[in-house]
């Protein structure tokens, strides 16, 4: 006797449904993107500490935090939120202020706003004692499936102090070039570049930076880009004698290539 295999016909076999293709869903705040990650790590702990909250009503509450360490003194904190009416989801809620103070003196602050149906406005600040340290204001827009967010920090609009910066941007028929300069402050400034040539189909984007050690004497400059080239030059001037030396390497990972040299300028 033989074997005879039966075969069923094309309409007796069940059909896959089609697949459904649903639209992706708002990634959220770029703040709560990492905080799932975190959560899942420990926080370190060292020495005793002791938190008291305290609910006061149904937009407000505090806590007191005595932190007691053998690395420094015993410290104090006290936290106060206010929660507004608007509650959009579980974890947000508008307006919300959030602040955190110390027996120093020192504070941390945020405020939180809801502008528009998908704009909302975040500001930031922190005080050493009785002088502004830190200024952020974030404003961040929703859309269907993408957040874009745009971050302003520690600008001086009385005095304009913190705004050191050029922004340049030439477009053509071969390309595009982009650079922006920014001077932190006296010892630190960064330099990022962007390059695009529609002729050689290339793009390549910089990012550099310049140190400044006056009480050394030194100057260091480093540039990383997209080419996977990793570069620095260091320089030091001998006084009293007009002498600089400078000692350089770059190192491109992608076609495995190092160079270094040195040099020595007199006057």
């Known amino acids: 006797m033989g074997?005879?295999?039966?075969?069923?016909?094309?309409?007796?076999?069940?059909?896959?449904?089609?697949?459904?293709?649903?639209?992706?869903?708002?990634?959220?705040?770029?703040?709560?993107l990492h905080r799932l990650c975190k959560d899942v790590f420990p926080a370190q702990m060292e020495g005793v500490k002791l938190v008291v909250n305290k609910v006061l009503s149904s937009h407000f509450q505090v806590a007191h935090t005595v932190h007691m360490s053998a690395l420094g003194l015993p410290g104090y904190h006290l936290h106060a939120a206010y929660a507004g009416d608007w509650q959009l989801s579980p974890t947000e809620v508008f307006p919300t202020v959030v602040g955190d103070m110390d027996s120093s003196g020192?504070?941390?602050?945020?405020?939180?706003?809801?502008?528009?149906?998908?704009?909302?406005?975040?500001?930031?600040?922190?005080?050493?004692?009785?002088?502004?340290?830190?200024?952020?204001?974030?404003?961040?827009?929703?859309?269907?499936?993408?957040?874009?967010?745009?971050?302003?920090?520690?600008?001086?609009?009385?005095?304009?102090?913190?705004?050191?910066?050029?922004?340049?941007?030439?477009?053509?028929?071969?390309?595009?070039?982009?650079?922006?300069?920014?001077?932190?402050?006296?010892?630190?400034?960064?330099?990022?570049?962007?390059?695009a040539n529609t002729r050689l189909q290339d793009t390549t984007f910089s990012f550099g930076y310049h140190l400044t050690l006056p009480q050394a004497n030194m100057v260091f400059r480093g540039l990383v880009d997209s080419n996977w080239c990793v570069g620095a030059v260091l320089e030091k001037k001998m006084p009293p004698l007009p002498v600089t030396l400078a000692l350089g390497a770059f190192l491109n990972h992608w076609r495995n290539r190092f160079h270094c040299g040195f040099s020595v300028t007199v006057g």
């Open 106 to 195: 020192s504070l941390n602050a945020q405020v939180l706003l809801l502008l528009a149906e998908r704009l909302r406005a975040k500001a930031v600040f922190q005080t050493q004692q009785a002088k502004f340290l830190t200024w952020q204001f974030d404003g961040e827009y929703r859309g269907d499936d993408y957040t874009a967010t745009l971050t302003l920090g520690n600008p001086d609009l009385i005095g304009e102090s913190a705004v050191h910066w050029v922004a340049t941007l030439n477009v053509g028929s071969g390309g595009a070039h982009a650079s922006y300069y920014h001077k932190a402050n006296e010892q630190v400034q960064v330099g990022v570049e962007f390059e």
């Open 3 to 32: 074997n005879t295999l039966g075969l069923a016909p094309m309409g007796a076999l069940p059909r896959r449904s089609p697949r459904r293709e649903e639209p992706l869903p708002n990634p959220g705040s770029f703040d709560e």
